[in-house]
């Protein structure tokens, strides 16, 4: 039966209102990250700027932590009652996180009332996450035409690039058109404000959106219960699919939510130069996130995983080291677009990749929470470590050790998981 003239412009409306939900996620992590010393300021006066510093990018992590009980919890109720009512409940939630955080007063207003309810707004945000990118991610592979899962998954990952870009050029704008006091007192809040703004939007698009037909399909709806047992049954392959994710959430949160810091206060460049890095960083992201994502539908998704992982592990240090002996807007620029090519060409191949390993009968809550632990243990915190090492260590460079150390995991992960899938299909092909 040939298809409608209709479906190609159908599947694209269908990727345009299922990741913009993904957007409002990464647009809100990002300013966070972003704004971190003007937040710390604000919200976690201490005695000396790196313990300011310190205590903003814990909070910033802290939401991490509440991704692995969302992934579960959600991720459960995901698959159990559809693709589409699940994303509404999330965006729900990262929308009550994100007002929560823009309508906060300062610590001289309301005192420890503050940090407190700021960690409140990250840690509903961070729950809704658990499982906005494995709905997101489950939803695009099962619409997704045969042969063509990779490009189509690359775009969960793309729509949080455009996040960076808007937001970068954002405060762009804000940076040209006030002074640094100013953005220090309330402009820094102008960016969140525009995200609570675009929430209505989202909750028109998301609520139009159909359910996906492989869900519609399915006759079994597990349990809460049967979604853990499951869980419980596939423990290995959780735990090596986070392994997986670990190289993708280290270098993206170092290239785009860390940079802009990085570039300020470490390199000592210009936050002009800083966010100017960041947004074309985010435009590298999302011109190679589909490319890889076509790529590993051609080649396979283990040799663009292998290639990856070993050209980071062989080249992280050596790039910051460059940029941490000779720092410079082109040299910034230079070394996170080769990170961004390495970031972005595996993330293309490890989307799909992971949707594929877990059991179909849990898949949201499965990839949510192997991608949920990864960001927890080690995305979440890269802000955080990076500043530390770099403290600990007196290395400019000591971020790239943070960073190899999640690909190492990511190649022991990927070689593990795909011998283990040979041994299964010779099995089942035995007589």
Known sequence: MPAS???????????????????????DFFL?????????????????????????????????????????????????????????????IMASGTL?????????????????????GRLLQGFSAGAELGGVSVYLAEMATPGKKG???????????????VAAALGYALNQSLQPLQISEWGWRIPFAVACLIIPFIFFLRRNLQETEAFEQRTHRPTMKQVLATLAQNWSTVIAGMMMVAMTTSAFYLITVYAPTFGKSVLNLSTTDALLVTLLVGVSNFIWLPIGGTLSDRIGRKPM??????????????????LAQAASFAHMLEVLLWFSFLYAMYNGAMIPALTEIMPAEVKVAGFSLAYSLATALFGGFTPAMSTWLIHETGDKAAPAYWVSFAAVCALGATLILYRQMAVRARATAQP
Do not use: H
């Open 305 to 322: 995983l292998i290639a990856m992982t070993t050209l980071t592990i062989f080249t992280a240090y050596p790039a910051l080291s460059y």
């Open 100 to 120: 929560l955080i823009v309508l906060v007063p300062g610590f001289a207003t309301i005192g420890y009332w503050a940090p407190v309810l700021v960690l409140i």
């Open 151 to 165: 490009f189509y998954t690359s775009w969960q990952s793309g729509s949080q690039q455009v996040a960076i870009i």
């Open 32 to 92: 966070f990250g972003f704004y971190a010393t003007q937040i710390a300021g604000a919200f976690f006066p201490a005695s000396s700027e790196f313990a300011s510093l310190m205590m903003t990018f814990a909070v910033f992590g802290a939401g991490f932590l509440m991704r692995p009980l969302g992934a579960i919890v959600l991720g459960a109720y995901i698959d159990d009652v559809g693709r589409r009512k699940g994303l509404i409940v999330t965006l729900s």
């Open 5 to 27: 003239p209709n479906a190609p412009r159908s599947k694209a409306g269908a990727v345009f209102r299922v990741t913009s939900g993904n957007f409002l996620e990464q647009f």
